[in-house]
């Protein structure tokens, strides 16, 4: 027999696990958060081209995890659930929209307004709960949401137009988690299904592309391993969240998620080097300051507790 832990060695083991995750949800949100230096790494792909491998490899790579994993049984119980493959069928179309304006963002000099998608989504979030759920906000995120849609006025008013790219990211991957909590897959078998759906349509232009000699898959070893690369970087770092969010509480992934919109903004702003006028600052300053009043929302009850 295997003698139990005692209690300082629970606490021990505790301890390794959520230091463990922590680095690795660290390691998913900063990949993530460095994505605007892999994409015009492709170049002369197109973004709808980049999209369509990325969909393609990323179906390859997790088609080998699940065959080493021998993990099927999940499938035939899907197959017989219709409206949980309508939900997944909807999933796999708003992620991919989502990915696609996101490289074709990063591609076209928007980084900056990329990472102001992923920072106003959990407003987005917030939102969807109250008009699709019926959920009842308290007064502080009422606030939060306030101050958003505020800042989003103000950066309207920056841009001269609305930040359409930003919008569409956020709505788009707003959406994406709603379908993907009402399906309730693990996330290897949950992109599996999604990208299953996803393979004829972009399998299928890559062959166009390809065929029409307008594709740039071959056109060089290098540029070929990038963009079979795609497939790997999207799902390294979703095993990498996987294991965290087994391993840390889910109050703490939230606050990690916010590394990947500050890296996106920090490689727009240091390493392309995109303008920021006066009102841009002040419109990304009111999106943190939202930001701000919803984490310190959320930790409120953990320092109530701290303090007991």
């Known amino acids: 027999m295997v003698a139990s832990l ?21 390691a998913a949100y900063g990949v993530w958060g460095l994505f605007p230096l892999y994409w015009p790494l492709l170049s002369p792909a197109g973004a709808v081209e980049i999209l369509a491998n990325r969909m393609v490899w990323s179906l390859a790579v997790i088609l080998v995890l699940l065959l080493v994993r021998n993990r099927w049984g999940w499938v035939r119980e899907l197959l017989r659930q219709p409206v949980r493959l309508v939900m997944l069928v909807l999933a796999s179309a708003a992620i991919s929209v989502n990915w696609g304006v996101y490289i074709w963002g990063v591609n076209n000099g928007h980084v900056v307004e990329t990472s102001l998608g992923y920072f106003i ?32 006025l103000v950066l309207s008013f920056a841009y001269g137009r609305p930040p359409w790219i930003s919008l569409v990211l956020a709505f788009s991957f707003g959406t994406y988690g709603l379908l993907k909590k009402r399906v309730n897959l693990p996330a290897i078998e949950g992109l599996a299904a999604e990208t299953v759906v996803q393979f004829i349509p972009a399998a299928g232009y890559l062959v166009w592309l390809q065929a029409s000699g307008a594709g740039s898959l071959g056109q060089g070893w290098s540029h070929t391993a990038l963009l079979v690369g795609t ?45 920021m006028s006066t009102a841009s600052w002040v419109g990304f300053g009111m999106v943190w300051l939202a ?5 310190s929302d959320a930790l409120r009850p953990m320092l109530r507790f701290v303090r007991r």
């Open 6 to 26: 005692s209690a300082p060695d629970v606490r021990a083991e505790q301890s390794r696990r959520g230091s463990q995750g922590l680095w690795l949800a660290v």
């Open 121 to 152: 989504n959990p407003l987005v979030t917030i939102a969807f709960g109250v008009v699709l759920l019926r959920e009842r906000l308290r007064t502080v995120q009422w606030v939060a949401v306030g101050i958003g849609l505020a800042a989003v």
């Open 231 to 275: 497939g790997v970087i999207t799902v390294i770092p979703l095993l990498c969240f996987g294991a965290a969010a087994i391993r840390l509480p889910l109050s703490t992934i939230g606050l990690v998620q916010y590394l990947a919109p500050v890296f996106q903004f920090l490689v727009g702003v240091l390493v392309v080097h995109e303008q």
């Open 291 to 295: 930001l701000l009043v919803l984490i």
